[in-house]
């Protein structure tokens, strides 16, 4: 059974479906959300883009709930994030990143220029809060 979305109610069929996704399909998977302040910034209704490196992020759950850093690593195999300073010791002493989930993200600064600002400005939403947005003269 090969279908474009998961309409299963299963958590089993729902977890092989992530596991099992296609890349196109899991680079979706990884969106994180844009933080209010940029997202004025740049004039987007748009909620949640995919993240890259180099990408100021906020931590919002778990252990290191309140750490800022960059992005270290986007791991598409995993569907995690990895960020600079959130940290975990191992049992022998090594300090290792940790795996964040990108929906425990929210982005604060990041390089937004040629397609990245496409594909913000490509969403509907967009094109809906910018008509509705007073034209300056």
């Known amino acids: 059974m090969t279908t474009a979305s998961n309409n299963s109610v ?4 729902q ?6 996704a296609p ?4 680079r979706k998977m990884v969106f994180v959300h844009i933080g209010k302040e940029l997202r004025a910034k740049l004039g987007t209704a748009r909620r949640s883009i995919q993240p890259r490196k180099g ?16 992005i270290f690593e986007v791991d598409f195999s995993t569907l995690k994030i990895y960020v600079e300073g959130a940290n975990s010791r191992t049992a022998k ?9 990108p929906s425990n993200l ?14 913000l400005n490509r969403s509907p939403k967009s094109k809906a809060a910018a008509s509705a947005a007073p034209k300056k003269q």
Not at 23 to 26: F, S, T, Y
Not at 106 to 119: N, P, S, T
Request: aromatic share 6%; charged share 40%.
């Open 15 to 20: 977890r092989k479906y992530r596991y099992t």
């Open 106 to 119: 929210v982005i604060l600064e990041g390089e937004f220029v040629k397609d990245r600002l496409a594909a």
């Open 23 to 26: 890349n196109h399909m899991r």
């Open 93 to 101: 002493g090594v300090e290792k990143l940790v795996a964040l989930d």
């Open 55 to 70: 990408d100021k992020v906020k931590v919002l759950r778990g252990d290191h709930r309140g750490h800022t850093g960059k």
């Open 10 to 13: 299963q958590g089993r069929r």
